[in-house]
């Protein structure tokens, strides 16, 4: 610590890190000129607070001298330095730029040191002070190895635990609220059990309770998890633990896991009482609830769920909604049609009312599908009920799915074929948006992704499913940005519609396998004549395969969770199957292998590989002549040969138009052979935070139009052969940190007539884009600012067009 002194810090309460660190970022909020770099930089020294306090308290413990912590001192004597340079905030004007980019800099070191080294300091810091098991200790020494390195890189994803967002306060669960948090405060409760039937508001109800003030004020860890009918104890615990800022790492046992969960809620609970809410527990969970059961003070676990389960914990029981309140959320959702008396509208609630029965979820439905509607549709939708109007007889007490029934039988032909569809998924999962529409696009013969994703917004606008924003920009139909989850009870709505047929009949069809069990129908080498498959396994499933006939698929979606998978070889007999998208449930990418069953298919043209092991010269060697699509999303490619030679690749794959790879972290580089792809017209690489350059044979794309390489915070530029993308239109940079300048002919693409570049402060126009007529460039607020002083020598007229989100440079009038 004694090199603080030499910065002028021996005065600083003995110079501790952390209140440097706060010092720095006091003094960086203050800077007007350097906004939003400042900014940004403040946030970024924010996130490191914790860890400095964490160093001071172990100064004699902790080398500052070496490794990732050296860097770090020296990073944040950096930020010291320049702040005391910046203090007075009078800069002159040409030193702004040699000084924002000295800024940018640090900001670009610290996000480094918090996005991967500060996740495995804290992870390892913490199991030096944690007495675990040894063999806990030995799995995590093996990969803290693999961490030092940089053999492995592990990306840390978090929320993986966090409270859900509540749009808005749910209407009649004001008093539950208040007597479920009476009893959860009481210190006599440790554990709670909401129940009620489906449909109720149990998962609405508890999210509420952790977002009430008093109850965030009493818990200072509140962890949030959903188990849903197939739970496991080793992956909730991994979320838990990840959720922390643990890297990822896999249990070989239960016990192994019990003694993770034990020592996370030890090491939690020093800052405070802890409660962990387990959503949608299933009948039969007794024996994971009590692997939960850890007698530690400040522990609490509330558990939803249909079941009582009597023997874990103090039990409350929601009831439906009394009439005022279910008639109050009635009237929220559907407005009152016109031309309607008092009598004649009261009356039709009554009717509606009784037939939803209290249900939350059915009020909701139903109310969005007569908002807007007129009298004559109330009563015709009333009329139905009384005359028996569903699949099922409707008892005087109809249940929720009775009660949905005539929500699903108002919808339109093709909406029921969507909505079905939705049951091919798991429970609880959140899908997204692309993956649906690249299912139906091929399942129904849509040519427009647009119309396949206002089926989606159809749905939702019917609260039959919900769309989720994940906040950034979409465009060019790219549909990444959103998210699809569905309520299970929406989900059971959908199986059951299927189960009316016999199980090799239906045209949808889910298939569970539970370790290595499969039903018993499955036994007998059946011919199954769905168009869409789903097949769900679990992490102890061997890929030992029963033989099964499959001639009518047309999409296959295989949901795996163990290490290891072999793809089944009756797949090779899908001669029909169009679409097929693996998304592995696990933590680490699962290992592929029987790869090759898929050569053999003459009409898949869109394949999905989610969180899996794959070799990048595996797609070309399939010689897909249909494949249209390939999707690769945290995928892990390895140490793999780029260049293969001895595949024409124009001929192995001639109709791949659109490759999206996402959140790949170990890809550096772009594979040869996709610059070989001279069909392509869409190439979207994002949030691939290791690749560093594209290849110059990027310029072979001739028929690209979309280029879109966003969140990739290493780019550093773009080739100079970019020149030659002749039918490029759209360029999307956005979030690429480290690009500094786009290929200086760039004013030679003049089908060019978008580039999205948000967050991307060091980057510079070449003069070249005076040659672009109608170019758009769109960015933030703040970019905007820096892109004026830029392009003001370039241009004669600079037109602005402003809204709510973003600002638009139209380049209008060059010189």
């Known amino acids: 610590m004694n090199d ?41 020294m924010e996130r490191l607070l914790p860890l400095t306090k964490e160093i001071d308290s172990m100064q004699n413990e902790l080398d500052l001298g070496s490794g990732e912590l050296k860097k770090l001192m020296e990073t944040i004597k950096k930020a010291y330095v320049l702040v005391l340079k910046l203090k007075d905030d009078d800069v002159w004007f040409f030193e702004k730029s040699k ?74 669960f004001a008093w539950p609220l208040m007597d479920l948090k009476k009893r959860l405060l009481d210190d006599a409760v440790v554990n709670l059990v909401v129940s009620a039937p489906p449909g109720c508001g149990k998962t609405t109800l508890a999210t509420q309770l952790c977002h009430d003030a008093d109850v965030k004020g009493h818990f200072k860890h509140i962890l949030f998890n959903v188990v849903s009918s197939t739970p496991n104890f080793k992956v909730i615990v991994q979320n838990l633990l990840q959720h922390n800022g643990y890297p990822p790492h896999t249990f070989d046992n ?45 522990y609490k676990i509330l558990v939803t769920s249909r079941f ?51 249900f939350p979820i059915v009020i909701e439905v139903v109310g969005v599908s007569l908002n807007g509607q007129t009298l004559t549709t109330w009563k015709g939708q009333v009329e139905s009920w009384s005359q028996g109007e569903t699949v099922l007889d409707i008892p005087s007490q109809p249940t929720v799915l009775e009660c949905l029934q005539p929500s699903f039988n108002a919808l339109v032909p093709n909406l029921k074929e969507c ?3 939705m049951g091919s998924f798991l429970e609880d999962q959140k899908i997204r948006a692309s993956v649906i529409i690249d299912i139906w696009m091929e399942l129904y013969g849509k040519s427009s992704s647009i119309l396949c994703m206002k089926y989606l917004e159809d749905l939702a606008s019917q609260n039959l499913l919900k769309l989720v924003p994940l906040g950034n920009e979409t465009e060019d139909g790219f549909y990444n940005e959103f998210l699809v989850t569905q309520h299970d009870i929406l989900r059971e709505l959908a199986i059951r519609q299927s189960e009316l047929e016999a199980i090799l009949e239906r045209k ?44 009518s698929v047309e999409v296959l979606v295989l949901n795996l969770s163990s290490s290891d998978y072999a793809l089944p070889s009756f797949i090779a007999g899908m001669r029909k199957l169009k679409v097929l998208t693996i998304t592995n ?23 999905r590989l989610e969180k899996v092991s794959v070799t990048l010269l595996d797609i070309p060697q399939l010689k897909l002549r249909s494949l249209k699509k390939l999707s690769l999303v945290m995928c892990s490619f390895g140490d793999v040969f780029y260049d293969c030679e001895d595949i024409d690749v124009s001929k192995a794959l001639p109709s791949l138009q659109e490759i999206d790879i996402d959140y790949c972290y170990d890809l550096d580089e772009l594979p040869y052979w996709v610059c070989e792809v001279v069909s392509l017209k869409t190439l979207s690489i994002t949030n691939c935070n290791k690749l560093t350059v594209l290849s110059e044979a990027i310029g072979n794309l001739s028929k690209l139009e979309v280029l879109r390489v ?68 769109k960015c933030e607020e703040e970019t905007r600012s820096m892109l004026w002083e830029r392009l003001m020598p370039k241009m004669r007229n600079l037109i602005v067009h402003e809204d709510e989100t973003e600002h638009n440079l139209n380049l209008l009038q060059m010189f």
């Open 710 to 777: 966003s969140s990739c915070i290493n780019l550093s530029e773009l080739p100079e052969t970019t020149d030659k993308l002749s039918n490029l239109r759209f360029l999307d940079i956005s979030h690429c940190l480290g690009l500094r300048k786009l290929p200086l002919k760039i004013g030679k693409l003049q089908k060019l007539k978008r580039i999205s570049m948000r967050k991307c402060w060091r980057c510079e126009l070449p003069d070249s884009v005076r040659d672009l007529e109608d170019l758009e460039v």
């Open 308 to 358: 009582d389960f009597p023997s874990f914990g103090y039990k409350y029981h929601l009831e439906p909604l009394g009439d005022g309140d279910a008639r109050a959320l009635l009237i929220q959702w559907a407005s009152r049609p016109n031309n309607t008396s008092d009598k004649e509208y009261e009356l039709l609630l009554q009717k509606i009312l009784k037939r939803c029965n209290g």
């Open 508 to 551: 949808r069809l889910n298939l569970e396998i539970r370790e290595d069990t499969f039903p018993d129908w499955c036994l007998k080498g059946p011919v199954v004549n769905a168009s869409l498959l789903s097949i769900s396994t679990d992490d102890l499933f061997s890929s030992n395969w029963v033989e099964m006939d499959c001639p």
């Open 99 to 172: 000084h924002a980019r000295e800024i940018e800099d640090i900001n670009k070191d610290m996000t480094k040191f918090c996005d991967i080294t500060l996740q495995v300091l804290q992870y390892r810091n913490q199991l030096k002070l944690l007495n675990l098991g040894g063999n806990v200790v030995n799995m995590v020494y093996g990969l803290d190895k693999k961490i030092d390195g940089l053999s492995v890189p592990v990306p840390v994803f978090k929320d993986l635990c966090s409270v859900p967002k509540l749009n808005k306060a749910p209407v009649g």
């Open 254 to 298: 239960d016990s192994q896991a019990t003694v993770g969960l034990w020592t996370l809620l030890e090491k939690l609970r020093e800052a405070g009482p802890i409660l962990l809410v387990l959503d949608d527990v299933w009948r039969g969970a007794e024996l994971l609830l009590q692997k939960f059961r850890i007698t530690l003070p400040d």
């Open 419 to 421: 909505f079905l569809d």
């Open 4 to 44: 603080w002194v030499s910065l002028g810090l021996g005065s600083i309460g003995g110079a501790l890190v952390s209140e440097v660190l706060k010092l720095i970022i006091e003094e960086a909020k203050k800077y007007k000129s350097f906004k939003p770099l400042s900014k940004d930089l403040a946030e970024t």
């Open 585 to 607: 449930h696990g933590f680490y990418p699962a290992r592929l292998s029987n790869f090759s069953c898929l050569s053999l298919l003459p009409n898949l043209k869109r394949i």
